[in-house]
């Protein structure tokens, strides 16, 4: 069964510290897809990031980057330099190649502190 | 206008009341989603459709009706809802099915609080 695992239910950090949020997975499937999006006080849900199982390589965009291990089953997300925008809770999600859901993990709060 | 958008981003009702909540996608998908959003409880699919047939009904109650007319118009009908239904209401598209092909894209959601 498919299954998406964020440990971290709150984080704060002081603005321009670098924070990581752990993302595990569960799947039966070789070929599925990790996401993850982030939810601003707003409300509405902005897609972030989409990786293929077999893309194994890392990701920089910005002040974002991904780290998709295997190995361990984890897609973990890093901020690096954050900012109090970046304020938000982030969702990881997956699905695989046997069902048409995505799944989502319960989501991590970031409170980035001026 | 574009990307996904919902109307009313509020809605306060009573149990006895019916309301509808309005989701447009103005990206030229052609699936369609609902979810849940409770407040300690992870995003909840409700209906999914697709080509504007629902593909996908996750045993939700008869309470919450949808209806989707096109591709790009997705509606849910609420009625003698109960307190706990009150949550975030989170519509979705895609260019096609989610996941393996195509990733969701969301809209800004509806809040409901059911009185």
């Known amino acids: 069964a498919q299954k998406v695992t964020q440990a971290q239910t709150e984080i704060s950090v002081v603005e321009k510290e670098d924070v990581t949020l752990d993302c595990v997975y569960e799947t039966r499937d070789t070929t599925y897809y990790l996401f993850w999006y982030k939810q601003p006080p707003s409300g509405e849900l902005v897609f972030l990031i989409r990786?293929?199982?077999?893309?194994?390589q890392n990701e920089i965009s910005g002040r974002y980057s991904w780290n998709f291990q295997k190995s361990t089953s984890s897609f973990n997300f890093t901020i690096t330099a954050s900012q109090v925008v970046d304020s938000a809770v982030y969702f990881c999600a997956l699905s695989d190649s046997r069902d048409d859901k995505i799944i989502f993990g319960k989501g991590t709060r970031l409170h980035i502190l001026p | 206008e574009t990307g996904v958008t919902q109307t009313p981003r509020h809605l306060v009702m009573g149990m006895t009341n019916k309301k509808s909540l309005k989701c447009e996608q103005h990206?030229?998908?052609?699936?369609m989603y609902w979810y849940k959003q409770s407040a300690k409880k992870p995003l909840e699919l409700m209906f999914v459709y697709n080509f504007k047939e629902q593909t996908e009904n996750n045993s939700v109650p008869s309470r919450f009706s949808p209806e989707c007319p096109n591709s790009s118009h997705l509606f849910l009908h609420l009625h003698t809802l109960q307190p706990e239904d009150s949550a975030l209401y989170l519509c979705a598209s895609s260019p096609r099915l989610a996941g393996a092909k195509d990733t969701q894209y969301f809209g800004p959601g509806t809040r409901l609080t059911v009185l």
């Open positions: 990786r293929n199982s077999f893309d194994e």
């Open positions: 990206l030229g998908h052609n699936a």
